[in-house]
């Protein structure tokens, strides 16, 4: 079919004026602490969520390690669901469920965690899955780092709780 010997092109890499090189990335703002633009957050809401488990914290309070794995499948299926709808959908239409929360509206415990694990975000995204069950965790771009499981809403208690 073609030469064997034929050596493949290597791939070219951005410059910038000054001439230095510089990694190109798919998502703009991904793992980028800065605020993201105006223009920027509208492609994110247009998109449907992905999902990064790295950070996932085993033990503490809000840790996953006591999840049955009855539990897992149900919270799994739940994040399924989710992969079907944009962020638009997720955290405009349904935003009285699914909804950044400020670290100073958080209890003292998932202050602490956030500070532990996350000492730059000022705020962490909450995921309702059915009745007090939530994820929590970090947005990046949209993608969706999963830190926290609160089974009984005592991440951020409320009034009602």
């Known amino acids: 079919m073609g030469d064997k ?8 890499q951005d410059q910038h004026p000054g001439g230095s090189k510089s990694p190109r990335s798919a998502i703009s703002g991904l793992g980028d602490k800065r ?3 105006g223009a920027d957050v509208d492609k994110i809401y247009d ?11 085993p033990s503490g309070p809000f840790g996953w390690r006591g999840v049955s794995a009855e539990k897992l499948l149900e919270i799994c299926g739940k994040l399924a669901e989710l ?16 909804h950044h929360i400020a670290i100073e509206d958080l ?4 202050q602490r965690a956030l500070r532990r694990t996350f000492p730059d975000v000022d705020q962490v995204l909450s995921l309702h899955l059915t009745g007090k069950n939530r994820v929590l965790g970090i947005l990046q771009g949209p993608v969706m780092l999963i830190v926290w499981w609160d ?11």
């Open 5 to 12: 010997n034929k050596k493949w092109k290597r791939p070219t």
């Open 35 to 37: 605020p993201i633009a």
């Open 151 to 161: 089974e009984g809403h005592q991440f951020c208690p409320t009034d009602k709780d």
């Open 107 to 110: 209890g003292p415990e998932a």
């Open 47 to 57: 998109q449907h969520p992905a999902w990064r488990i790295s950070k996932l914290e």
């Open 83 to 98: 992969e079907a709808v944009t962020w638009r959908e997720i955290l405009m239409t349904r935003k009285k469920q699914n």
